[in-house]
């Protein structure tokens, strides 16, 4: 079935400094690649999004990459801020249902 | 209007109760989907509707009955629950229920089943 790793569970940085968060995926069909970002209590809200004939995507200091060949995508956050600070999840849809990874809480400290 | 709504922000509950979720939205997607989330965790998906009709059930059980009354709201009635229910339950909307069709949430509803 459809499964999407994400790595790391947790992410420390210092303001200004870059963040990277990885997803892996197992369905070679997957040819959409979300990314929301959800603060303490509030909803997932997306962020950025790609898809499969894309190889990079970017807004502002937010970036995606995607590689089909080794099935992974990556969220890049550069000069991060404290308003950074929320849960990232990472998402994959090879069919009709959108799965999430586990979820990286990144914290940005000032 | 670009937002998905729901009602109530809370909701405590005993395990005789029988209450209601309600999720609303008039950007005219015609999916519109129910999710779990526990703590620290991810959105776990439970029901799709797709033109008004049940699409996707996710071995749901039964006590949770979800409803869709029109292309604009979606509902999910709630009976004999557990305590292991607790959790936020977040609905959300696309254009339609296909590859890469962006999903916008609500901003959920908090379930606390005593």
């Known amino acids: 079935g459809e499964n999407v790793e994400q790595h790391p569970s947790t992410l420390s940085v210092q303001e200004g400094d870059s963040a990277v968060i990885k997803c892996t995926y197992s369905?070679?069909?997957?040819?959409?690649f979300p990314w929301y970002k959800q603060e303490l209590g509030k909803r997932p809200q997306l962020i950025i999004d790609?898809?499969?004939?894309?190889g990079e995507k970017k807004d502002q200091r937010i970036a995606v990459t995607l590689n089909k060949t080794a099935k992974h995508f990556s969220l890049h956050i550069t000069e991060t801020q404290p308003e950074d600070s929320a849960v990232y999840f990472c998402g994959n849809q090879a069919g009709t249902a959108l799965i999430f990874g586990k979820g990286t809480t990144l914290s940005v400290s000032s | 209007d670009t937002e998905v709504t729901q009602t109530p922000k809370h909701l405590v509950m005993g395990m005789t109760n029988k209450k209601s979720l309600k999720c609303e939205q008039h950007m005219g997607h015609r999916a519109m989907y129910w999710y779990k989330q526990k703590a620290k965790k991810p959105p776990e998906l439970m029901f799709v509707y797709s033109y008004e009709k049940l699409s996707i059930n996710e071995s749901v059980p039964s006590r949770f009955s979800p409803e869709c009354p029109n292309s604009s709201l979606l509902n999910l009635h709630l009976h004999a629950l557990q305590p292991e229910d607790s959790a936020l339950y977040l609905c959300?909307?696309?254009?339609?229920?296909?590859?890469?069709?962006?999903?916008?949430f609500g901003p959920g509803t908090r379930l606390t089943v005593l």
């Open positions: 959300a909307s696309s254009q339609a229920m296909g590859l890469g069709d962006t999903q916008y």
């Open positions: 790609i898809r499969s004939n894309v």
């Open positions: 369905d070679s069909a997957s040819n959409y």
